[in-house]
């Protein structure tokens, strides 16, 4: 199965900050790589499929890249809605893995 | 507006059985893939199981397979998940996910998906 690892697993930061989760892929997966962002208490959300497409409503701030192994999710500019988990998932094999999330929370 | 609810969640004790469904609305529930993921307390988002449109093809994570069955009614717009020989490890949050397909073409569960729509989720303890 391909593991996906998320780094870092929590992060502080404040409103207005720049920042930037990153996604690990135990082999390649193209760019078959999904980002969802989730609430205390609430279903998770897609922000980001195909590694780097805005999924309709979500705002510009959120942006996506790489390919292959390598993926990062980047906030341009923290809102205080922002302040939740996030996880990375894979959907190039039959088991869609997800990562153990990073925590993002106020500083 | 496009929906899933999902219910069935409670407590049971190991060994035993439950069922879970999900009511979709708002789409051609018939068209699109169908998954449960699962999440247990404090813990990260791990993909249970997923059903073709028509319901004639099915995926198991290893760690249910043989334990649970995935299953749908497209004439009630439902989505469901048998659990049986349940173990305290099964102990989670169980939300249903409607499948997004990017691209045309190829498997009904190809690389090019994700998960658009979840419902809000339901609780299944497994304690003594």
Same mark, same amino acid.
Request: hydrophobic share 35%; net charge positive; proline share 2%.
């Given at each position: 199965? /391909?593991?996906?690892?998320q780094?870092?697993s929590s #992060?502080? &930061? +404040?409103?207005?900050?720049?920042?930037?989760?990153?996604?690990?892929? %135990?082999?390649?997966?193209? %760019?078959?790589?999904?980002?969802y962002q989730q609430k205390p208490?609430k279903?998770p959300?897609?922000?980001?499929?195909?590694?780097?497409?805005?999924?309709?409503?979500?705002?510009?701030?959120?942006?996506?890249?790489?390919?292959?192994?390598?993926?990062? #999710?980047?906030? %341009?500019?923290?809102?205080?809605? $922002?302040f939740a988990t996030y996880y990375?998932?894979?959907?190039?094999?039959?088991?869609?893995?997800?990562?153990q999330g990073t925590r993002l929370e106020?500083? | 507006?496009?929906?899933?609810?999902?219910?069935?969640?409670?407590?049971?004790?190991?060994?035993?059985?439950?069922?879970?469904?999900?009511?979709? +609305?708002?789409?051609?529930?018939?068209?699109?893939?169908?998954?449960?993921?699962?999440?247990?307390?404090? @813990?990260g988002l791990?993909?249970?199981?997923?059903?073709?449109?028509?319901?004639?093809?099915?995926?198991?994570?290893?760690?249910?397979?043989?334990?649970?069955? /995935?299953?749908? $009614?497209?004439? @009630?717009?439902?989505?469901?998940?048998?659990?049986?020989?349940?173990? &305290?490890?099964?102990?989670?949050?169980?939300?249903?996910? @409607?499948?997004?397909?990017?691209?045309?073409?190829?498997?009904?569960?190809?690389?090019? %998906? &994700?998960? $658009?729509?979840?419902?809000?989720?339901?609780?299944?303890?497994?304690?003594?």
């Open positions: 199965d /391909i593991q996906m690892t780094s870092p #992060l502080s &930061a +404040s409103v207005g900050d720049r920042v930037t989760i990153t996604c690990r892929a %135990s082999q390649s997966i193209s %760019s078959y790589l999904n980002w208490g279903a959300k897609l922000l980001i499929y195909a590694a780097s497409s805005l999924q309709s409503g979500v705002p510009s701030r959120f942006s996506g890249s790489g390919s292959g192994t390598d993926f990062t #999710l980047t906030i %341009s500019s923290l809102q205080p809605e $922002d990375c998932q894979q959907s190039y094999s039959t088991f869609r893995a997800f990562g106020i500083k | 507006e496009v929906q899933l609810l999902e219910s069935g969640g409670g407590l049971v004790q190991p060994g035993g059985s439950l069922r879970l469904s999900c009511a979709a +609305s708002g789409f051609t529930f018939s068209s699109y893939a169908m998954s449960w993921v699962r999440q247990a307390p404090g @813990k791990e993909w249970v199981s997923a059903i073709s449109g028509s319901g004639g093809s099915t995926y198991y994570a290893d760690s249910v397979k043989g334990r649970f069955t /995935i299953s749908r $009614d497209n004439s @009630k717009n439902t989505l469901y998940l048998q659990m049986n020989s349940l173990r &305290a490890e099964d102990t989670a949050v169980y939300y249903c996910a @409607k499948g997004f397909r990017y691209c045309s073409g190829g498997s009904w569960y190809g690389a090019c %998906s &994700a998960f $658009d729509i979840w419902g809000q989720g339901t609780m299944v303890t497994v304690s003594s």
